[in-house]
């Protein structure tokens, strides 16, 4: 009996170790850290399921990217990731709506992003960042995941 009990509990010690003992997961009701191990994985659970994650507090690290469009600002906290082929390579990330009053950020910054998730103003069928805190960091992160 106790060969088969360490047995098993060996098992479940392997599984826990192994899996990062649930590392990664998104706890409902708990604020949402976007890892560098499970950057793909958490991101795409988010877009999977939205209603269960609008509203929620998010911390997400990645590079700053900005451009014009048709007017108007557009910025995104990413990382890259491979999509379908070797040599193919896709940004991975969320749009930001940035703290009021917040200067310049030059493209390619890394920063580390505090905020809510919600739907753009604009096109409410894309989920978005609205930025309570932006900072630049010294020491960047994987920037392929």
Not at 21 to 28: D, H, M, N, R, S
Not at 46 to 57: A, F, M, T
């Amino acid at each position: 009996m106790k060969k088969i009990v360490l047995f098993f509990t060996m098992i479940v010690l392997s599984v826990l170790l192994f899996t990062g003992c649930g590392e990664g997961v998104l706890t409902a009701g708990s604020p949402i850290v976007i890892t560098e191990r499970h950057f793909v994985t958490q991101i795409q659970e988010i877009v999977l399921n939205v209603p269960q994650h609008v509203g929620r507090d998010i911390q997400i690290e990645g590079m700053f990217w900005s451009i014009d469009y048709q007017g108007e600002d557009f910025h995104v906290v990413y990382r890259y990731a491979q999509a379908c082929c070797e040599d193919h390579l896709d940004m991975i990330g969320f749009g930001l709506i940035l703290p009021i009053g917040m200067g310049a950020v030059p493209n390619g910054t890394w920063i580390s992003v505090n905020g809510t998730l919600d739907f753009d103003p604009d096109y409410e069928e894309f989920l978005i960042i609205v930025a309570t805190s932006v900072e630049t960091m010294e020491t960047p992160g994987a920037e392929i995941v």
